[in-house]
């Protein structure tokens, strides 16, 4: 007889993953659908990076609530979890009247919500504290940081496996049935039987929702793109620049160093039809340069290593278009069902809260159990390159593949990649090595070592060139031999 489990959770996004772990507290069956051949492929992999302090949001608001106590909570999770993290602050500009109305109306909205140590500051403190900072005021928050979103979601998620929490990826849920008291939850590969069902779907949460009984979400899909900024760009930046919000309460254009070093431009934002469409355009780049420019002083072409983008999924009301909170639910019409839908910006650093909160309703209707067992910590693959150059001599004594640096521009050896590839969630794509190590995503983004990386694969894993994927499911990245 097949296994039922407890719960499962449909996405392995960071909110899904994070509610995998919180749930992994307690004595249950817990398993993941997800439909990528990783964890954050989509909106969790594609955003600045910022954990929000929490000044914009709607007092009383749920994204209010748990952006600022995520944002609380984020030294000791980023300890927990292994998880890059700088607590740098973050600077909102402004150069006329309206800006500063805007920037004092989201002070005391952020005082409100509980935000510490907001405060407006002149240019001088302005320039002391980033001096490549554009502006001629600023609000200051103190609190705000950077984080590496893929190493928290990947960590999230592996400290939920080595917790006992299943994970399905290539499952895409294409229909979910109601069967006596469990639900049939069917994906393109198999069918699972479960007791609860939560959906962490991100873009396709109202599509799931759909599935579950509960109807008339509309998700907004808003997209941002990005330029990726060399390391060398990387020195003149202290910590995230924003311009003052517009009348509609959204950021436009900023600037942010990434914990690595990098610096992002970016995201605009443009409501799109289509999803599932990353693709960089044309048509934003010279809009990315021009408002980013503004935020910061050393924009300039021979920088630009790459460029992205991720799709916001705004939850919309229907009758004004406008933008509504996220939604953490339970309901009648859907019994044993946790329902997340709109969960955008500031998603990632609410995930934790978000999970919480989840956990809580379903301990309001069943008992729960704690894990005795549970264990909170988990470490991350060790950075050969952050070493000492005494630590380095003696991991290359222990281990001589971390004498053999595969990624030259990151400094990434063969043993980071090694283990990378064997990484607890079963995952073998090359972009999977990538988000877990920073290998290709230097300035030659992969010139040197991707196939390097394929070998490895290969070698490790037993595979062949051709099985070798980038992505996602169909992308292998070699079909054959053209020379024998
Ligand atoms: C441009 C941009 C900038 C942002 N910047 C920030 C920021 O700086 N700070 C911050 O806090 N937040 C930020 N956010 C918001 C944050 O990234 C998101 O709120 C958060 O990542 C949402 O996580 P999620 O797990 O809900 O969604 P996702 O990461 O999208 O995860 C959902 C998962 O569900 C899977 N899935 C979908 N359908 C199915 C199905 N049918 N079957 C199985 N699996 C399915 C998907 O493949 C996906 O992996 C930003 C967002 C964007 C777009």
């Known amino acids: ?121 002149d240019k001088a403190r302005l320039q002391e504290l980033d001096p490549s900072a554009g502006g001629e005021f600023a609000m200051y928050s103190p609190t705000t940081g950077i984080l590496n979103p893929f190493i928290y979601n990947v960590a999230l998620a592996e400290n939920a496996k080595e917790n006992g929490v299943d994970f399905y990826f290539d499952n895409e849920v294409i229909a979910i049935e109601r069967d006596n008291d469990l639900y049939r939850v069917v994906t393109k590969k198999a069918v699972y039987q479960t007791r609860w069902v939560v959906n962490s779907a991100g873009l396709n949460s109202a599509k799931i929702s759909s599935m579950l009984g509960i109807n008339g979400y509309i998700i907004g899909g808003f997209k941002g793109e990005y330029f990726i900024l060399d390391k060398k760009a990387g020195q003149f930046i202290n910590m995230p620049v924003y311009p003052a919000p517009g009348p509609t309460g959204g950021f436009a254009t900023h600037a942010t160093p990434t914990v690595d070093g990098n610096v992002l431009i970016g995201p605009d934002s443009v409501l799109v039809d289509d999803l599932v469409d990353y693709g960089a355009t044309v048509s934003a780049m010279a809009g990315l340069i021009a408002d980013g420019s503004k935020m910061f002083k050393h924009v300039k072409p021979e920088y630009f290593i790459r460029n992205f983008s991720g799709i916001r999924p705004k939850r919309i009301d229907k009758e004004t278009g406008k933008a509504l909170d996220f939604v953490l639910e339970v309901r009648d019409e859907a019994p044993n069902t946790i329902n997340l839908v709109g969960i955008e910006s500031p998603g990632l650093t609410s995930a934790l809260p978000l999970a919480r909160r989840a956990v809580k309703m379903f301990s309001e209707k069943e008992p729960l159990v704690p894990n005795e067992n549970f264990y909170p910590k988990r470490k991350g693959i060790l950075c050969f390159a952050k070493q000492t150059d005494e630590m380095k001599k003696t991991l290359i004594e222990k281990d001589p593949n971390y004498g053999e640096i595969i990624c030259r521009c990151e400094m990434v050896t063969k043993a980071e990649i090694i283990e990378a590839v064997h990484n607890s969630l079963g995952v073998c794509t090359v972009m999977g090595i990538k988000n877990r190590t920073r290998a290709m995503m230097g300035r030659c983004q992969g010139g040197y070592c991707e196939t390097r990386i394929v070998e490895i694969i290969k070698q490790e894993l037993n595979k062949t060139t051709e099985q070798v994927l980038y992505k996602k499911s169909g992308s292998n990245m070699f079909t054959g031999t053209v020379r024998k």
């Open 1 to 121: 007889m097949k296994q039922v489990y407890d719960v499962l959770i449909i996405g392995a996004g960071v909110v899904g993953s994070a509610i995998a772990r919180e749930f992994s507290r307690y004595i249950l069956k817990i398993g993941v659908l997800e439909k990528e051949l990783d964890v954050c492929y989509e909106t969790s992999g594609r955003n600045s990076g910022v954990l929000h302090g929490g000044f914009t949001y709607k007092p009383g608001s749920l994204r209010a609530e748990c952006s600022v106590e995520g944002n609380a909570e984020f030294d000791k999770v980023a300890e927990e979890l292994d998880v890059p993290f700088k607590r740098t602050g973050k600077v909102v500009v402004g150069f006329d009247k309206k800006d500063r109305e805007s920037l004092l109306k989201y002070k005391a909205i952020g005082e409100e919500n509980g935000v510490p140590g907001l405060e407006i500051i």
